[in-house]
């Protein structure tokens, strides 16, 4: 469940208009902006891009990147994009980074439906003019460039069926490597990066139900292993992405310094889609709101965006 509140009826000719307003003259409005953007979805988002291209003859995210700054231009800059380019921007920034960002990979490969993560192939390549599979290969190395690339080509089945007896027979294959510790098999790499995520789910209940025990507590090993520090979010990602998201919340607001980039991806990634569910399982685990923890550890407009976008009225 989405947690962003648009209305069903918009006018994308005035709403250009108020956004041009609130860039006019010598300051500029942020909260005329947050109340345009802030409750418009991304097929409305696109309709203000295009009408305001069309009256003004200038880029509307241009103008939004040399108007605002800090936290809150970021986040207005990758709420405004449409969702496959702004996963694009997302991976390369992640790629790009000195200590590259794996799990941002992970998220974008694992979470989106295979014709999201198409999309976010075809954004990547008209923006970058290279592909994502060629930028995650130039940047990673050994098992997690395995795994990495794998993930990001893939083009799952997307259907509800399951076959017990591939669950059933894939649940020993993982257990037995993990026993091993053969964590890097080419074989655990076949299964996360080819089975729907409903045959994973399958078979990550049948390794629970005959060992115990979950396949990521037989995970932990050495922290600074990187191909465990990729699995790990990995099976995360394909088994419950909405537990996974409600931890990166958590993480980003818990660290001493809030974690703006992962508190950023996360709300503008998931405010169309299941926020409300991540909201209401972060109640659970952490016993405060969501939109109280945000608003506690941010402040002005950065501040004000993330908490339209959580729902909270004005």
């Not at 991976?91 to 979470?111: F, G, M, Q, R, Y």
């Not at 074989?187 to 080819?194: A, D, G, K, N």
């Amino acid at each position: 469940m989405a947690t962003l509140i648009a209305p069903e009826h918009t006018s994308a000719v005035e709403d250009a208009e108020k956004l041009q307003k609130a860039c006019k003259g010598w300051g500029t409005d942020e909260k005329a902006i947050i109340s345009v953007l802030g409750h418009r979805n991304a097929v409305q988002r696109k309709q203000i891009r295009l009408a305001y291209e069309d009256l003004y003859q200038e880029d509307l995210i241009k103008r939004l990147e040399s108007e605002l700054s800090g936290d809150f231009e970021k986040a207005v800059y990758r709420w405004i994009l449409d969702p496959a380019d702004r996963d694009a921007v997302l991976a390369n920034v992640a790629i790009k980074k000195l200590s590259p960002d794996h799990h941002v990979i992970v998220e974008i490969s694992c979470t989106r439906s295979p014709e999201e993560l198409l999309a976010v192939r075809r954004a990547y390549q008209a923006r970058y003019k290279h592909s994502l599979e060629e930028d995650v290969a130039a940047h990673t190395k050994g098992d997690t460039r395995k795994l990495l690339v794998a993930l990001v080509s893939a083009f799952r089945f997307d259907g509800e069926e399951i076959d017990t007896r591939v669950a059933n027979s894939e649940a020993k294959i993982l257990h037995e490597t993990v026993k091993d510790k053969e964590f890097n098999h080419e074989e655990i790499i076949r299964i996360l990066s080819t089975r729907s995520k409903m045959q994973l789910m399958a078979t990550f209940n049948r390794y629970r139900d005959d060992h115990g025990t979950t396949i990521t507590k037989n995970l932990e090993g050495d922290s600074g292993d990187e191909f465990l520090k990729t699995l790990r979010p990995t099976i995360r990602c394909l088994n419950d992405p909405k537990k996974y998201f409600e931890k990166v919340l958590r993480n980003s607001i818990r660290r001493v310094g809030t974690d703006e980039d992962a508190l950023t991806r996360v709300i503008v990634t998931r405010a169309e889609k299941d926020l409300k569910d991540v909201k209401e399982l972060y109640y659970k685990r952490n016993s405060v709101p969501l939109d109280q923890a945000v608003a506690k550890d941010t402040t002005g407009d950065y501040k004000a965006l993330l908490l339209t976008l959580l729902g909270k009225e004005d």
